[in-house]
Each structure stands twice: as C-alpha cells, then as structure tokens.
C-alpha cells in the first residue's frame, strides 16, 4: 500500500495544477528532439497527445489496429462534450462541473484530478474550435448548448449526433498535419504485444503487424497507453468490434496496477439483443429519455401476450402501463442516472415484465411527447435516431413504442494512474478511457469526451515533460541490438506460438459468446457474492478450456484475424476474472457496481466507512490471485452525500 | 498557375471553357441558322457577310483551338480515368437511379458528336468557306451540278440545305446527331458551371434546369432547320 | 420487430489472397440466416462455418468495426452497389430483411486504383490519410487559441460544414466513380475547413496541397457524374466538389 502514491500538489484545491505546471520540469528544445514517445491507440485521447507531443518537438510513434487512425471507437460517440464555460449564463461553473462529475462518480473519484478535468475543459472546446470543429450554432453566430443526464445546466457542447466524430476528426486532422510533417511515425494495421522493460523503466513495445503477422519491437523513451476501454470482456456491447483490453492486460502483467476493474457503465437505452448471432448492441442517445416515457404493463397477462406477439403495445389501455420510473423516482422521473435507470429495467423484466419474445426489453413511448408536443416537434429534436431505430429494428417508434434495454457501455476501471497519468511502471502513461482516474464508480454524460481531450491536449504534454527531464540524455537503444528488446520479441514469438499450436475445436467467438454470458449474468447489473464466486469458477474453466480447444485456422504469418481475436479473448479471460474478484471485494454499491447485499429496498447503499478507496490490484501470476493495494480517497474540499433522486433535495 | 493546367481540375477547367466557348458559337450558329427558316435570301445575306472575309477566318481559326483543345483533354482525361479505375471491373455495378446516363457516356457522345461534324464539314464547310480560301468554287459547283444543285457554292448556303435535306437519309442522320448532341450538352453545360466552381447546392438543380432547357432549344432549332430544309 | 424468417441464401464472394494473387469468385451457401441479422453478422456466420469446415481459403477477410455505421472502416461492393442495397447507411447498417429467400448476393472489395486489394474483401485505403496529411487540417498547435466564443459563425455555414463533416472516409465515393476520383472526398474536408473563418486564413494552400496529393496518387479525374454523392452513406453533396473547385481555381489565378 505504501508505493500507491497519487503525488497530489501541494495547495488549495484551485491552485494544485496551476502550482504543478509552475514548478514542473522542462525539456530544452534541443533536447525535445532526441526523445521518442510512443502512443498507442488513436482515439481521442491518444491522437490528442501524440499531436501535442510531436508540436512540442518530440519525436513520436503513433500505433493503431484500425487500417486508419480516425476510425478509433471514440468516433461513435454522439451526445456531446462537457465544458463549463457558462455560455449560456446559467450559473455553470468550474468547480459546479467538478462537484456535479465528482457526485455522479458516487465519491469514488480523486478530487484534484477531477478538479484539473473541469478547469481545462474550456480549454478544450477553445482548441476544437479553433481546429474547425463544426459545433452546434444559434443563429446569432456563437456556440449552441444543451442539457444532458445528471447536470442542472446546460453545459454540453454538440455538432448533430456525431460530437465523438467531430472531436475525434479534429484529433485526427491535428495527428495527420505532424505525421504530414515527419515528427510522428504512423503505424496502422499494427496491435501492441506487449511492453519492454529496462532497467525497471518502460523503454518501448513489441508488435505485431496485422497485415504480415511480423513482430517487431520499437523503442521510446517512454510509452503512453491510450488504448480504451475493455467493456468487450461482456461480447455484446456498444464498443466496436475490434475494441480490446489487451495492452492494459500486458501493461497489468509486467505490473502497472489496475484500479476499479469492477466499475463498468450499463447503458440503459440501447436496442435489445435479437439472436444468438449478434455481434454488438447499438446504443441510442439518452437524449431520448428527456421526451419518451418508459413502461412495462402492469398486469403479467399483458406482459406474456406481448412476449407472444398477440397483442402490440398499441391494445394496452395508459391505465394498465406501468411508469415504474416516473413512480419510483418522482424528483427525477425518466431522468434518473444510467444506473438506476438500467436496473429498474433489469428488476422489471427479471419479475416477468419484459415485453419482447426474448424478455429482454421495455417501452420507451413517444406516443405522450408526440401528443404534447406534436409529430414535428419529435422528429426535429430526434429524428435522426429514430430513421436509425427503423432501420435496425424494422419498426416505425412513431407508431410503437422502442424496444429498450441496458448493455455494456463504458468502463470507468482501467490502470491506475497517479495525478500525473503516469502508471505504477516508471515511464509508462495511461489516458482516456484506459485510465481509472476520473469517474469514479460511474461516468456522466457528455463526460468521456472531456476527459479522453483533457489527458491527451492538457495534461499529458505536461506531465510527460516532468517526466521526460532527465530522460534526454538517454541515448536511443537500437532494438534489433538490445537484449531487453530481443528477449520480449522472442516472448511474443513464443506466446503466439503457444495460441497458435492449442489446435482445438472451439472458435475464439463461441468462447468469447460464454464469456460474456458468464460475465453478463454474474457481473452485470446485480452482482451478489455468490454469482461472483460462480463467475470466477466459471471463468477459471472456461480459461483452461481455451487454452485447450481454441481454433485458430491459418498461420502466424500473414493476415490472421482469428488469431488476433485469440490474443484479445485470451486477455479478457484474465479480466473477466479481475473484474469479478473486485466487484467480490467491493461489498457496497456505488455507481455502476450494484451489490444485490449492499441495498436498501432496492436501492444502492454505499459504504463510505470500509470503501472510500480505490482499489488498485497487482499481478501476481497466471491463474494465481491478484493482491489488492488501496489508494484511501479524501474529500478535503466537497462534503460527502448520498445520491437522491425520490424528492427534490 | 503553376502546374495548374496538369492538374485533375486544371484539366477539367480546360473542358469547361473549351466546352462553354464552341456552346456559345452553337447558339451564333443556331441564330444564323434560323435565318434559313424564314427567308432563303436573308440567310444568303448573312452566309455572304461572313464569306471567307478575315474576321470570320480569324474566328474559325480560335473555334477550331477550342475544338482541339476539348477533344485532346476529352481523350487525356479519359486515359486517366481508366487508369484510375484499376484493372479490376465490377462483376455487376447498379448505380442508383439518378445517374444522368449522359454523364457516364460522354466520350462516346463527343465522338459521335465529332463523326456528325466531320460530316457536316464535308458538307458544308469544305463547299463554302474552305472552297472560298482554296479557289476552287467552280470545281466544287461544276461537281454537284449533276446532282441537282443549283446556286453559287460559297454563298448560296440556302441552296446546300435545300440539296442535302432533301435526301431522307441525310436528314435522319443529322436528327440523330442533334440527338447525341442533345444529350451531350444536357450534361455539359451544366457540369461546366459545376467544374468551374460556379455552383452549389441551391443552383445545382437550377442549371440543370437551364441545361435541359437552353440545349432542347438548340438541339430543336436545328433539327427545325434541317427540317425545313427537307420541306422546302 | 418484425417477424423472424429464415434466409437461405447463395454467397458469391471475391477471394484473393493477396495483392498480387489472382482473385477469383468462390459460390458459398448459409442456410437459415435470420432476416434480422445485419449483413456483417451473416458474415461472421459464413465465417464460423469455414472455420469449422477447415476451408482451404479460411475465413473471409473483410474490414469492420464500429459496427454501427460511423468509423469509415467498413466496405462491400453487394449485388452491384457501395455499401448495398439501401440508401444512405453503411455495410454495417444493412440488415438481411433487404433480402429474400433464395437470393444470390455477389459480394465484392471496393475496386479502384487507388485502393489495392490485401486480401478478399479488404483494401487498402491509407491513400485517404495521404491525402489528409497532406492539408485536411487547420495549422493550429495545441493550446493559446482564442476563446471558442471570439469568432461568431453563421449558423448556415456551420450547419453546411457540418454537413461535408460528416464524411467517414470510407472510400465509397471513389470505388462507386467510374473515373477512381476522390473529388467527393477531398472536397469534403477542403469544403468544410474553407467554410468556417478559421480554417479560411488557408483554404488556398489546403486546396492546393490536397488536390496535388490526389492527382499524385492516381485517383481519376471527376467528370460529375453525381454517382459519388448518390451512393455516400452520409449524403455529402457533391456541392462541395464545386467549392473545391472554385476555390482551387481561384487559388491557382491568385498565384
């Protein structure tokens, strides 16, 4: 527990990043030349950095698995972006953006880093701007605002639906004016294999490319990790396909911790599963709950016939609709956090409610909204979603209710990081969404943009630096020459080797389908200590299974993609299993970690007393149990509440 | 400028002056033309007027440039394009309706175009204007007097429409290649405005409008011409 | 939902091994494929089944991965059209209710000179980020920007760029152009950028500097045949191929 230091600076809470950048270290200009940085990942926190680093004058190296860096998932993002810049005069303010991410992360997030992510977000949307970013507009020429889930301003910043493709496209056009340049080496179609390690120190990476199955290594005086999220571990999710947890998993391994890996969002609005078939669940806007009315019938009858297709949502009389939301949580009605919301949904068809033949869904009704407001009304604030809904579902919401159901979103787990985003490895960094740091136990709307633009523009080119001081005189080590890079090559050799002659029976998707049920129906919405002992059990087995039966067709040479999905299933069995033991530890409920004994009629009871900690966890070996460091969590600066939303206050 | 003229839009820039230059001398054409309709003598009048007198050599000779250069970056850019496509075709490609099927089939258009005119100057030019520069009118009138042509060769334009409309053959021949010009214009003119960057989302339907509507007119006045011609 | 229904369908898929490989059609049947599935999902059927066939060519090498119709990545020439038989989505998005029973779906790589075939179905479209580093950006480090506030822009311009915005780059337009032309593409973002006063300090050098860039790396010349924009699963109008070219014409004249 004592080298979990979060290296907080000294000072009030407003002044901490303002006294670290003051006193931080620098690199000459010269000097700045003479380092490599290596980035892997590209979405918005990885593009954001390496552009900013390579600006500066480092030299970077930028890695990717899509064929190019702008398709990173950070694309499928569609709200919006947070920033307090009180354009709209609404009281919005730097600490009221911190103290509203700090509250809906439940306490569990480190003040000082929440602090830094409100105070640079104007710095954000400033700099998106000022890239060509084409924001929302009113007609008077400024910036557009709106309202999302969990905040009482209208703080969002939004271009369309497509805010995640916007931001990252700006990303994106800033990497590829350094890569245009020479000061940024870009290597797509190309996954991280694992670390180098000299010296005690993160000196570069080993990978394999996609496309010729070679495994290279390269060199940097040090490495960021920008590498996402690992809510995938669940098979059905709204990440993309290719989204892994691999490089935290071989970061985890050669010993950076893993802080809150139970801390995982479920979206409460996405389209319901429809077959065995599936390869991911598309995620509709929360927006949509601000108009559309949730519901389940109130009688069961109702209920199964809908499960049968004899009757349609249409034959059920308003006086039989149960509004189970707008009923349990008069204050917030249909407006509850995303974790109340999808376990409401989970609660309703769980007791027989649901009202699809695959008991997986619940109303969510645009007949009210349509009433109230009128069809155009509608169609102008939500028309592009529900074009989207018909074209996935076949069904016209004007005229039926959407089907609705939670899935795997988010995950606000991932390395631990210090203030300085710098990892438990001296010389390796993590940003955005593959660092624990600023969400605490559940993330905000419009928050993840904010965050993955913060680490990557802001606080990286910073604190990177400090790092990177004494680093210059280091000179460049030659990997082909360098025992340290020689050997983990040759580990990487052997491991796809080991993947490769297991020769089983068994597809990698129809072991990563049972993964995900395992994780889905023990780690999901309720987690009780009993289905988190069967999920590690099961998991255990099922990780011995793969390793015997996996079938990976064609060679190690050459495109391979049955062999990379293997590298990533083989990486989510061992976090599958993380996940579970944290959420075992964790004997509260907070956030998006639900513990079916930590409740009170129904609702998440947090434990401040034994839980107002991170949980760190290090690896100790294969199959071996990973031991727990905690990071204690002060509140110096905000009073501690319990979340509320039955009455007002 | 530099390289401008090598470049894919310096190219196509090309096409779409070239390409708005010879339509504007269709339009001169179609209106001394159209003199024909109503009075052979009126358009004798003009066809002396421009005779083989200097300014209207000087003008063929820049209308010729402009020909030239439309149709050697017509085959430069189709070169081009058929590189570009790679060597791989599509088993089947269904584009959406919407296409303008004259867009997909301009050179060949062109050269049915180019055919019909080099016809046409067969007929016309080398009888008239060429046999003026070259001295030889009375070869040329002693040549199709036999065939029933009767009239002063470099002048009597009238005549030559009333000797070569009246073959039904001929007549079908040139309605076909107003035709292909139709359809040739119809795309062009308003890809030219397009190319040369004089358009945008509101104008696009409007020149198309004006495309269709301003080529039916020249396309139809001259096959009233030949028309005429054949009834007369 | 609609009803579930069974498909049992006829595959006529390109397979090639690689680049330089001669590629030939390979005729595959799935039986029993769900008109609810989307089509990447009846893909990953037919590849499960030469897994577990062992088929000599393997599984089908084909680009994806959002999955829900925004990263650009994946591609698919189907029955004769860019990203299949619907308007305005992409492969990803096309579900098998597009289909009846019995149907034989001719499935294709995007083919065009300036994307080369690695293997199937998957081509090589680093031709895009080419192009884009070589101007598709505003030259703005990070930080000492002015406030986002400090230019107000028309709400119509914003709105029409964020209309060429939109653009997922992933390479439709070219591979539907009878000419290989990237125009829709490249107008797209020099468009965008030349709308809004930040990105229009430049807006001479970018056109110059991406058009240079397309021409040199051999897409075709754009002769507007409108199949670009028909065919875009965004609908970027080919509008902006004009604003291109006005604004390249007027680059080079100022010159």
């Known amino acids: 527990m004592a080298n979990l230091d979060s290296k907080i600076p000294e000072g009030d809470l407003k002044d901490k990043w303002t006294n670290y950048k003051e006193h931080q270290h620098l690199v000459n200009p010269a000097n700045k030349r003479k380092i490599d940085i290596i980035v892997v990942g590209t979405g918005l926190a990885g593009a954001s950095a390496a552009a900013s680093l390579a600006e500066m004058g480092f030299k970077v190296k930028a890695f990717c698995y899509q064929d190019s860096p702008r398709r990173a998932h950070s694309i499928a993002a569609q709200g919006g972006i947070n920033a307090a810049h009180n354009y709209p005069n609404d009281g919005d303010s730097v600490y009221r953006l911190f103290y509203d991410t700090i509250k809906g992360g439940d306490y569990r997030a480190r003040e000082a880093n929440v602090y830094r992510l409100a105070e640079v977000s104007n710095l954000i949307i400033d700099q998106c701007v000022a890239q060509g970013v084409p924001f929302a507009r009113e007609y008077g020429g400024l910036l557009a605002n709106r309202s999302f889930g969990g905040a009482l301003v209208s703080r969002t910043f939004y271009a369309r639906g497509q805010t995640g493709q916007q931001l990252l496209l700006g990303a994106y056009s800033a990497l590829s004016r350094q890569i245009g340049l020479g000061n940024v080496e870009m290597h797509n179609r190309t996954e991280m294999m694992d670390l180098v390690m000299v010296d005690g120190r993160c000196r570069g990476i080993v990978t394999r490319n996609l496309l010729t199955g070679e495994i290279e290594s390269h060199f940097a005086h040090c490495v960021i990790l920008a590498t996402g999220g690992y809510g995938n571990v669940y098979f059905l999710s709204t990440n993309a396909m290719g989204s892994n947890g691999s490089a935290a998993m071989k970061a985890y391994r050669k010993g950076a911790y893993f802080a809150n890996p139970c801390m995982v969002q479920i979206h409460p609005t996405c389209i319901p599963q429809h077959g065995d078939y599936q390869s991911k669940l598309t995620l509709m806007s929360e927006s949509l709950r601000n108009d559309g009315r949730i519901w389940v019938p109130k009688k069961k009858e109702d209920a199964e016939k809908l499960q049968k297709g004899l009757i349609k949502a249409s034959d059920i009389k308003d006086e039989d609709r149960y509004f189970y939301l707008e009923e349990r949580y008069p204050a917030f009605g249909n407006l509850v956090p995303r974790d109340v919301a999808s376990r409401n949904a989970k609660e309703r068809c769980d007791a027989g409610y649901a009202v699809n033949a695959t008991q997986n869904a619940v109303f969510l009704d645009f007949k009210y909204a349509i009433e109230r407001l009128g069809k155009d009304v509608v169609e102008q604030r939500y028309g592009n979603l529900f074009q989207m809904y018909q074209k996935i579902t076949d069904t016209d919401p004007y005229k039926e209710p959407m089907m609705i159901y939670p899935a795997i979103h988010y995950t606000m787990g991932g390395i631990w990081v210090d203030y300085e985003l710098s990892t438990t490895i001296p010389g390796l960094f993590a940003a955005g969404e593959a660092n624990f740091s600023d969400h605490g136990a559940n993330r905000l709307g419009a928050s993840a943009l904010m965050q993955g633009l913060a680490d990557g523009y802001f606080v990286l080119p910073y604190t990177v630096q400090e790092y990177l001081a004494d680093q210059f005189n280091v000179a460049r080590m030659d990997p082909k020459t360098t025992p340290e890079f020689q050997q983990a090559e040759k580990e990487v050799k052997e491991y796809i080797d080991k993947l490769m002659n297991v020769k089983g029976n068994e597809s990698v998707d129809s072991i990563h389908k049972r993964l995900g049920q395992i994780m889905w129906n023990n780690v999901g919405m309720a987690r009780s200590k009993e289905s988190l002992e069967t999920a590690i059990k099961e998991i255990a087995a099922l990780r011995d299974e793969f390793w015997k039966s996996v079938k990976i067709p064609g060679s190690k040479d050459g495109l391979n993609v049955e062999l990379e999905k293997a590298n990533r299933v083989a990486d989510f069995l061992e976090l599958g299993e993380l996940i579970a033991r944290d959420a075992l530890h964790r004997e509260e409920s907070c956030g998006g970690h639900f513990r079916v004994e930590s409740s009170d009629n129904g609702e998440a009871k947090r434990d401040d007393e034994k839980f107002m900690y991170v949980g760190a966890w290090e690896y100790k070996g294969y199959n071996q149990a990973p031991e727990l460091h905690k990071e204690p969590l002060n509140y110096e600066f905000i009073k501690v509440q319990t979340r509320n939303y039955k009455t007002g206050k | 400028m530099k390289g401008f003229f090598k470049s894919s839009i310096g190219k196509k820039t090309v096409m779409s002056v070239s390409g708005l230059f010879l339509i504007l001398f269709l339009l001169f054409h179609l209106c001394m033309n159209m003199a024909a309709v109503f009075s052979a003598e009126g358009y004798n009048m003009v066809c002396e007027f421009l005779g083989s007198n200097w300014y209207a050599v000087a003008g063929t000779m820049v209308l010729a440039a402009g020909f030239l250069f439309h149709i050697i970056y017509a085959f430069v850019l189709s070169i081009q394009n058929r590189k570009a496509r790679g060597n791989d075709r599509y088993d089947n490609q269904n584009l959406p309706k919407g296409v303008e099927w004259s867009s997909k089939n301009m050179l060949v258009l062109g050269i049915i175009v180019l055919c019909g005119l080099g016809l046409h100057f067969a007929q016309f030019w080398a009888k008239m204007m060429f046999a003026e520069l070259a001295g030889c009118e009375e070869a040329v009138e002693g040549f199709v007097a036999t065939a029933g042509y009767e009239g002063r060769a470099a002048v009597d334009g009238a005549a030559w429409i009333k000797y070569y409309f009246h073959n039904p053959v001929i007549l079908v021949i040139y309605l076909v290649w107003f035709a292909a010009l139709w359809f040739h214009l119809n795309h062009g003119f308003w890809s030219a405005f397009h190319t040369l960057g004089a358009s945008n989302s509101k104008w696009i339907p409007r020149l198309k409008c004006i495309s269709t509507v301003f080529t039916t007119i020249i396309c139809l006045g001259f096959a009233v011409v030949a028309i005429c011609g054949a009834l007369s | ?255």
């Not at chain 3, 994946?74 to 149907?103: A, E």
């Not at chain 3, 034989?104 to 075939?117: D, Q």
């Not at chain 3, 970027?236 to 191929?241: A, E, K, T």
């Open chain 3, 1 to 255: 939902m609609a009803e579930h229904k069974g498909l049992n369908l006829t595959l006529k898929v390109w397979r090639q091994a690689n680049r330089q490989a001669q590629g030939r059609f390979v005729e595959y049947k799935v039986e029993n494929i769900s008109t609810e599935a989307s089509f990447l999902e009846m893909m990953d059927i037919l590849n499960e089944q030469l897994i577990n066939t062992a088929d000599p060519d393997g599984p089908v090498a084909f680009d994806h991965d959002c999955r829900e119709g925004i990263c650009g990545m994946c591609s698919l020439f189907i029955n004769g059209r860019g990203h299949g038989p619907d308007d305005q989505i992409t492969t990803c998005q096309l579900h098998m209710r597009k289909f009846k029973d019995g149907d034989k779906i001719t499935i294709e790589p995007w083919r065009s000179g300036g994307f080369p075939i690695i293997k199937d179905l998957m081509v090589d479209r680093t031709a895009y980020d080419k192009i884009m580093q070589a101007g598709g950006f505003v030259s703005v480090s990070t930080g000492g920007v002015p406030d986002a506030n400090a230019i107000p822009i028309s709400k119509i311009d914003a709105d029409e760029a964020m209309d060429a915005a939109a653009c997922i780059g992933c390479g439709c337009c070219a591979a539907t152009c009878k000419n290989g032309s990237a125009m829709l593409f490249v107008s797209a973002k020099v468009s965008q950028l030349a709308l809004l006063p930040q990105g229009k300090i430049e807006a001479a050098r970018r056109a110059k500097a991406m058009v240079a860039k397309m021409d040199e790396l051999g897409f075709g010349n754009c002769t507007n045949t409108g199949a670009c924009e028909l065919e875009c699963p965004k609908s970027v109008s080919i509008s902006h191929i004009a604003r291109l070219n006005r604004e390249y014409i007027i680059a080079n004249i100022k010159d």
